[in-house]
């Protein structure tokens, strides 16, 4: 079934690296753009960034833009999320979101994974 | 940054309707998305594309847009719709927002 399924959270101190990634199936993940939605604890969705199906364009929130990178490989059916110079304010549940195409649901986020956690903390 | 305002929560009794606002200078030209979340779950979309209702979500949910303020309105709303619910936008350079997010009480 359509399915996407994130992974990499866990607990990273202050100024560290981590990579999320996300992986998709049962659909044809090359023909869509991808985003990840983060969550922090007891708040709202906050968007982060998204990636154009084939990986031409990519745009990112103030918050995160010069930290973090949005990549995928289509080959692989996996997105990625890169996030370098991590704060504590990025403490949140790490969302990946299909984007509709333009024949089915366009412009919404139509699947979503399950989410991971990442607890930025010394 | 582009900035979209929901109130923070809506109380309702079970089979009143329920509306919940979205307000953003950029909604007269771009579409407004709505998005339902219980606690410890993925949100799920209900609205799209301001007034679309996608296949499965209850004829009650209905979507509309005016200006610069987007609503959800819950016709008759159930004890099962109480949810946080979101909308989602653009901005003119493609960056997404979500608003702040309502707190939708049935009881």
């Known amino acids: 079934q359509v399915q996407l399924v994130e992974s990499g959270g866990g607990v990273v101190q202050p100024g560290r690296s981590l990579r999320l990634s996300c992986a998709a199936s049962g659909f044809t993940f090359s023909n869509y753009g991808m985003h990840w939605v983060r969550q922090a604890p007891g708040k709202g969705l906050d968007w982060v960034a998204v990636i154009w199906y084939d990986g031409s364009n990519e745009y990112y929130a103030d918050y995160v833009k010069g930290r973090f990178t949005i990549s995928r490989d289509n080959s692989k059916n996996t997105l990625y999320l890169q996030m370098n110079s991590l704060r504590a304010e990025d403490t949140a549940v790490y969302y990946c979101?299909?984007?509709?195409?333009?024949?089915?649901?366009?412009?919404?986020?139509?699947?979503w994974g399950q989410g991971t956690m990442v607890t930025v903390s010394s | 940054s582009y900035e979209l305002t929901q109130p923070p929560s809506v109380s309702v009794s079970p089979g009143q309707t329920a509306r919940i606002t979205c307000s953003g200078d950029a909604l007269p030209k771009k579409y407004a998305y709505w998005y339902k979340q219980k606690s410890g779950q993925a949100p799920v979309l209900v609205i799209y594309?301001?007034?679309k209702r996608p296949s499965g979500i209850p004829e009650r949910f209905s979507g509309s847009s005016s200006g610069t303020m987007a609503t959800l309105t819950i016709s008759g709303a159930q004890v099962e719709d109480e949810a946080d619910y979101y909308c989602y936008s653009t901005d003119s350079s493609g960056k997404g927002v979500f608003g702040g997010g309502t707190k939708l009480t049935v009881l």
């Open positions: 979101a299909r984007e509709g195409d333009a024949g089915q649901l366009p412009g919404a986020f139509d699947i």
């Open positions: 594309e301001d007034s």
